[in-house]
């Protein structure tokens, strides 16, 4: 079996946020302009869905003996993603306005362009078909797969370079 190596140096923990309200809408919101708009935060479900990972990432933590000043909590400028860091931080006792939570652009949702922007999710469809026929092509103004990738990338390597030893 061949041997892999990865430049990870810190443990990851994933989520995404919880439901929100543009998810209950039906709404593509993808844009900075329209993603860090209060009004497409979490919905109420959404607020306790991110309850709920934040108590199970706490058992994690507990069951691992990993200590919680070790978590540094990343997140996009997005609404629905600050809240959801919001709450998870809350619910570690991690004071949100601290060292340990900061907010990274690269992490920001796949901007789809302005022809999907505010549109029914049902539009989704039309870029999946462009992804599929290839990554690297980009929706009218957006971001190809390949750009998110690039861009995800980026972020990872800026993570490993300032919190070395961390989850």
């Given at each position: 079996?061949?041997?892999?190596?990865?430049?990870?140096?810190?443990?990851?923990?994933?989520?995404?946020?919880?439901?929100?309200?543009?998810?209950?809408?039906?709404l593509?919101?993808?844009?900075?302009?329209?993603?860090?708009?209060?009004?497409?935060?979490?919905a109420?479900?959404?607020v306790?869905?991110?309850?709920?990972?934040?108590?199970l990432?706490?058992?994690?933590?507990?069951e691992?003996?990993?200590p919680?000043?070790?978590?540094?909590?990343c997140?996009?400028p997005?609404?629905?993603?600050?809240?959801t860091?919001?709450?998870?931080?809350?619910?570690?006792?991690?004071?949100?306005?601290?060292a340990q939570?900061?907010?990274?652009?690269?992490?920001?949702?796949?901007?789809?362009?302005?022809?999907?922007?505010?549109?029914?999710?049902?539009k989704?469809?039309?870029?999946?078909?462009?992804d599929?026929?290839?990554?690297?092509?980009?929706?009218?103004g957006?971001?190809?797969?390949d750009?998110v990738?690039?861009r995800?990338?980026?972020?990872?390597?800026?993570i490993?370079?300032?919190?070395?030893?961390?989850?």
């Open positions: 079996m061949a041997e892999t190596t990865s430049f990870a140096r810190n443990r990851y923990w994933v989520l995404r946020h919880g439901k929100s309200i543009p998810n209950e809408k039906g593509i919101v993808s844009s900075m302009e329209n993603g860090t708009r209060p009004e497409y935060q979490l109420p479900e959404g306790d869905q991110a309850k709920l990972a934040g108590e990432f706490r058992k994690v933590l507990e691992n003996c990993m919680i000043e070790n978590v540094r909590i997140y996009s997005f609404s629905r993603t600050r809240q860091a919001q709450v998870v931080a809350s619910v570690l006792d991690i004071q949100f306005e601290g939570c900061k907010v990274m652009e690269n992490l920001r949702e796949r901007f789809f362009g302005p022809s999907y922007e505010l549109m029914s999710h049902d989704y469809h039309e870029v999946w078909a462009i599929e026929k290839d990554p690297l092509v980009k929706p009218e957006g971001e190809s797969v750009d990738a690039s995800l990338v980026e972020a990872m390597a800026n490993e370079s300032q919190f070395q030893g961390q989850y």
